[in-house]
Nanobody, 125 residues
Framework: QVQLVESGGGLVQAGDSLRLSCAAS????????MGWFRQAPGEEREFVAA???????DYADSVKGRSTLSRDNAKKTMSLLMNSLKPEDTAVYYC???????????????????WGQGTQVTVSS
């Protein structure tokens, strides 16, 4: 079992920066890929960014160039720094963890077996 807890969401203005964090709790389960997804009202959940356990990162085009994703395997944490936030970044952001199930690629939500409860990010114009 893996528990994921997100933090760092909130209400910010366009152009601001925000750091989202995810902490994983697990006793003996290995975590491979970790990712961030988001879901805006009335929209489907979409990929934001992912990091493999070797540090390799992948970003959605919508956040590429203004976001930095990092991971601390020893602490089982992941951090997403988003700069130049836009109103269209408004969504609930979810942390996800892949524990070695079938591999579908880091950008596919079905790649991840565990999900956090989500943290709201609201960007005002």
């Amino acid at each position: 079992q893996v528990q994921l807890v997100e933090s760092g969401g909130g209400l910010v203005q366009a152009g601001d920066s925000l750091r989202l964090s995810c902490a994983a709790s697990t006793r003996s389960v290995s975590i491979y890929d970790m990712g961030w997804f988001r879901q805006a009202p009335g929209e489907e959940r979409e990929f934001v960014a992912a990091v493999k356990n070797d540090g390799t990162t992948d970003y959605a085009d919508s956040v590429k160039g203004r976001s930095t994703l990092s991971r601390d395997n020893a602490k089982k944490t992941m951090s997403l720094l988003m700069n130049s936030l836009k109103p269209e970044d408004t969504a609930v952001y979810y942390c996800a963890a892949d524990t070695g199930g079938l591999y579908y690629g880091t950008i596919q939500s079905r790649n991840y077996e565990y999900w956090g409860q989500g943290t709201q990010v609201t960007v005002s114009s």
